[in-house]
């Protein structure tokens, strides 16, 4: 990818981040991509010569918006309220016609996936489990941090998926208050 990010970059990646987050990795091809921004092909690949480093590119995109737009949600915040604003984060994802979180999405492909948009993928949910475990040791929540922050991660992925899956946004937000009793309270 060109070092220096431009609209047609950002176009690209809006229009692959939205494919793929409803219809998979290997389901979106260049020409799609390139007919969704109005651009030939070579465009798409000038910027991201393989597929692979549209998918890291996309996936490091993703988890830099995420982490800014959850610093942004908790700077003054306590423990619980920053876990309630990181249960809000992921619930943004499905107020985009029904597609679950990005990551969560590459993640149930990663067996197809190719090994370096893996490691991106798993660098962002590593960084989402290390975030809320520094949280939950923070304010004293848990006995142990890193197990229930997996647990939480896994828990509303899991939420966005069924949520997703059955049309019904109901189904994330009752998921999310039942974790919010048990390990936010």
Same mark, same amino acid.
């Given at each position: ?29 260049? &020409? ?19 597929k692979a480093d ?10 830099? &918006?995420?982490?800014?737009? +959850? ?11 920053? +876990?309630?604003?990181?249960?809000? +984060?992921?619930?943004?994802? !499905? ?5 679950? /979180? +990005? /990551? ?51 828990? !509303? ?29």
């Open positions: 990818m060109s070092n220096a990010p431009n609209a047609t970059v950002e176009r690209i990646l809006d229009a692959a981040e939205t494919r793929i987050k409803l219809t998979g990795y290997n389901a979106v091809s260049f &020409r799609e991509l390139a007919d969704a921004v109005s651009v030939k092909s070579a465009s798409v690949d000038y910027h991201f010569p393989a549209l998918g890291v590119a996309l996936v490091k995109r993703y988890h830099e &918006r995420f982490f800014e737009a +959850l610093a942004a949600n908790t700077a003054s915040a306590t423990p619980r309220q920053k +876990l309630r604003a990181f249960a809000a +984060l992921y619930r943004e994802a !499905l107020n985009n016609n029904g597609a679950i /979180c +990005l /990551c969560g999405m590459l993640g149930a492909e990663s067996g197809g996936l190719p090994r370096p948009v893996v490691r991106a993928v798993r660098g962002f949910f590593e960084a989402n489990i290390a975030w809320i475990g520094a949280v939950l040791k923070d304010g004293a929540l848990s006995d142990a941090p890193r197990d229930d922050a997996t647990l939480i991660v896994a828990s !509303l992925q899991g939420a966005l998926m069924l949520a997703a899956s059955l049309d019904d946004l109901s189904v994330y937000d009752r998921a999310a208050k039942r974790i919010a009793r048990f390990a936010f309270a």
